[in-house]
């Protein structure tokens, strides 16, 4: 398992560096598109944790479709001439403690429990085929309930951006 | 993990292209810069103002059109592994997904969300 | 599991399957035929009164369908009932409201309907995973309706500030989910309640469940994440603030009484511990701020984080009785919440936005219909007796005493003392002080109707509470 840790430790610093970035840089532009490395270092996060429908999607929809938002909504949003499409890091102090106490328990948490989660009981397997199949009997309901998910954010959209006040 | 290898040897190809043709002319181009040359091309005009405008948020909705679909997609790739197997029951459940996401395409179609006006 | 679904499945969803295929109906309709203003209303009135019927015809059966991940009948379709009477008088008081803020989108309608399919499926989710999706579809639909009068500043500020804390909170709902399930290898809910015994140990499913109670805590707005509460029901259209507070805070009580069912509080000490001290908080410090306001709207999101601090002290009981009070206080709740939001929206006009306190006065004589409903209204939320909302808190405070929370029962009590200073107030404004208020709007036959039916709801209630009660009995 040398490689596997080399490859892991790889990006796992990947996403961390990024992430680090997207919060402490000054220009909006720099912290989209080091975002997209965060979501690119999760994704390979993913592949090494047998999760490969869930590296799928993260490509698909975060690099591909979330990341085009984002930077369309910078586009969008900036007022060029009077502001400058920068931002300062607010709050800092307050932040840093918040982060820490929450980071600080969750790792003494995982830390304690770390021994008894233990290895799973069958090996991982491709989990594509398993969701299809649970997509249709069990969570078939979610499934039909995403669409409406998904057109209620559309109807919304559209309606929140339409330029007439006709009805 | 086997199995991933291609995939890493074709990001690895990728991230190499990219550096390589991106920086390519900085190394081979001649450099001989003068003022003309460097000052922004708008078509033998002098440029007035910034290129930096805010953008129609027509944009937004093309975007979030293009969103819901790929969602959909997700949606209809691990389907597309077993529908096989899930015949009736399977089948009629992506077609009612498709069609309310069909509905949504129709309602923004009828709205005038992808009319550029 | 891996069993195909059948017809049974579908039909056993009832008022889910009615309120779903409504949706889709009327944006089919928005699509097609224009100047569709008046028809959608009324398939919207259509829909929301089937799904009420369904809801009451499948009370009696309960069961599971989809192999165990929704629950049909019995509890759901209770739920059900409570979201479509609710959301049934909001449409009813909408179109006169809507024409005073200048907002002719008819999207208004099937952005509703959806935000109802989302409260049913919560209240019918025997997953984790069933009920994130229900959440987040009535919360997307919020988000929109929030911020529907596109003209107003305040609007736009309320659809924002509610976007980005629900966000933050649907985080922290997640990340609790992914804990629970690291530890109890299943998102099922039944499964979650029956092995919570054996797992109570574990401190990874106890943060889990903490993490929970934070997403939890923030959907019924109870203190300490009640800040967005004010703000956005002050900015948000008045009916949609109505729907919000009512079917909104229902629908995460339903699947809060779910999740944190009593097997799960019995062995989740500490977390009960944590939820008794924000109930009590959530009553004191609901009750106490909601006195010094001025705006009508604003005192109502006040006293609605003291409302989630009763309904709470009954999820805490972990009882029979606690159980039958929230779901009771629920019913109770959105009657007469709706009801308040109601008056206010018939209230306002074109050119006053924000009713304050001191605009009521004076109007029992120039509108003595509006005054006296919205006395009753005032009265059932004080819980004076012989109204729906004084057998509420009897219900919830007696299972908090059998359970031993007596002192949060004890709080309950003077904090609802305290409530009656700023409900009655209303009162004394309307009844007896001088005033013209004759910038305030006048019913319609069709608005002045549907406040009518739940202050006679709200009277039947509380004259014969045991109707109801023998009907949450069934549900568990």
């Not at chain 2, 081979?28 to 910034?50: C, D, N, W």
């Not at chain 3, 019927?53 to 991940?69: D, E, P, Q, Y």
């Not at chain 3, 919020?142 to 649907?170: C, D």
């Not at chain 3, 809910?189 to 469940?209: D, K, N, T, Y």
Request: aromatic share 12%; charged share 10%.
């Amino acid at each position: 398992m040398e490689t596997f840790d080399i490859v892991f430790y790889i990006f796992a610093t990947l996403t961390i560096v990024s992430a680090f970035v997207v919060v402490f840089t000054k220009n909006i532009m720099y912290a989209a598109f080091s975002l997209l490395f965060t979501f690119i270092g999760v994704a390979a996060l993913y592949v090494l944790l047998h999760a490969d429908f869930l590296a799928v999607t993260q490509i698909l929809i975060y690099v591909g479709g979330i990341l085009v938002l984002l930077l369309f909504g910078v586009m969008l949003t900036n007022n060029v001439v009077s502001v400058d499409i920068k931002t300062g890091t607010l709050n800092t102090i307050p932040a840093l403690v918040a982060a820490a106490v929450i980071v600080g328990s969750l790792a003494a948490v995982f830390y304690m429990t770390w021994s008894t989660v233990g290895e799973p009981a069958t090996a991982p397997t491709a989990t594509t085929r398993a969701i299809g199949e649970l997509l249709m009997t069990g969570y078939a309901l979610p499934f039909e309930v995403a669409s409406v998910v998904l057109l209620a954010a559309l109807i919304g959209a559209a309606l929140m951006a339409r330029r007439t006040r006709k009805p | 993990m086997e199995q991933y290898i291609p995939i890493a040897i074709m990001i690895l190809i990728g991230v190499v292209a990219g550096v390589v043709f991106a920086n390519i002319n900085r190394f081979l181009g001649p450099h001989k810069p003068t003022e003309e040359k460097l000052s922004t091309y708008e078509s033998g005009m002098e440029p007035v103002r910034t290129a930096r405008e805010r953008f129609s948020v027509k944009f937004y909705l093309v975007a979030m059109l293009f969103i819901v679909f790929d969602i959909e997609i997700v949606f209809l790739y691990p389907w597309a592994v077993v529908f096989r197997q899930l015949a009736p029951a399977g089948i009629i459940g992506m077609i009612v997904f498709l069609v309310i996401l069909v509905i949504g395409l129709i309602y923004e179609w009828r709205k005038g969300g992808m009319d550029w006006r | 599991m891996n069993l195909p679904i059948t017809w049974n499945d579908v039909l056993a969803l009832g008022p889910i399957a009615v309120v779903f295929g409504g949706t889709l109906l009327l944006v089919v309709l928005e699509s097609i035929v224009r100047k569709a203003s008046p028809l959608m209303f009324w398939v919207t009135v259509g829909v929301l009164a089937v799904a009420a019927g369904c809801a009451l015809a499948t009370i009696g059966v309960a069961g599971t369908a989809f192999g165990g991940t929704v629950l049909t009948g019995g509890y759901a379709s209770y739920f059900a009932l409570v979201f479509s009477a609710g959301a049934l008088l909001v449409t009813l008081l909408s179109p006169a409201y809507l024409l005073k803020r200048a907002t002719a989108f008819t999207e208004y309608y099937i952005l509703l309907l959806a935000a109802v399919t989302g409260m049913m499926v919560m209240a019918a989710s025997n997953d984790l995973v069933v009920f994130f999706l229900g959440l987040e579809t009535m919360s997307v639909a919020f988000y929109v309706l929030a911020g529907f009068t596109r003209q107003s500043v305040t609007s736009n500020e309320s659809a924002m500030k509610y976007f980005l804390l629900g966000a933050f909170a649907t985080g922290f709902l997640l990340y609790g989910m992914a804990l629970v399930y690291g530890t109890l290898g299943s998102t099922s809910i039944a499964m979650l309640r029956s092995s919570a015994a054996a797992h109570a140990g574990e401190p990874l499913f106890l943060v889990g469940l903490g993490l929970l109670l934070v997403g939890f805590v923030f959907k019924v707005a109870a203190v300490p994440f009640h800040m967005w509460v004010p703000d956005v029901y002050e900015g948000a259209p008045t009916m949609v603030s109505g729907l919000m507070s009512t079917g909104g805070k229902s629908a995460a009580f339903a699947a809060f009484l779910l999740v944190f069912g009593a097997d799960v509080l019995q062995s989740a000490a500490p977390i009960r511990e944590v939820m008794a001290v924000l109930a009590a908080l959530s009553m004191i410090v609901g009750n106490i701020l909601a006195i010094s306001q001025t705006s009508v709207k604003r005192m109502l999101a006040y006293s609605s984080v003291a409302h989630a601090g009763y309904i709470l002290t009954g999820v805490i009981a972990a009882n029979a009785d606690g159980a039958n009070g929230v779901m009771f206080y629920l019913l109770a709740y959105t009657l007469m919440n709706v009801g308040a939001f109601g008056v206010l929206s018939i209230l306002e006009t074109a050119s006053v936005e924000n009713v304050r306190i001191d605009d009521l006065a004076g109007l029992s004589r120039t509108r003595p219909w509006l005054a006296g409903l919205m006395a009753l209204f005032m009265f059932s939320l004080t819980g004076i007796p012989p109204f729906a909302g004084f057998f509420g808190k009897y219900y919830v405070f007696t299972g908090a005493i059998g359970a031993g929370y007596t002192w949060l029962a004890i709080v309950g009590v003077i904090m609802s003392v305290v409530s009656a200073y700023y409900y009655l107030r209303l009162v004394v404004v309307m009844y007896f002080q001088e005033g013209s208020p004759d910038q305030v709007g006048t019913a319609t036959g069709i608005g002045l109707a549907s406040l009518v039916l739940p202050a006679i709801a709200l009277l039947a209630l509380g004259l014969l509470p045991s109707t109801i009660v023998n009907l949450t009995m069934q549900c568990f």
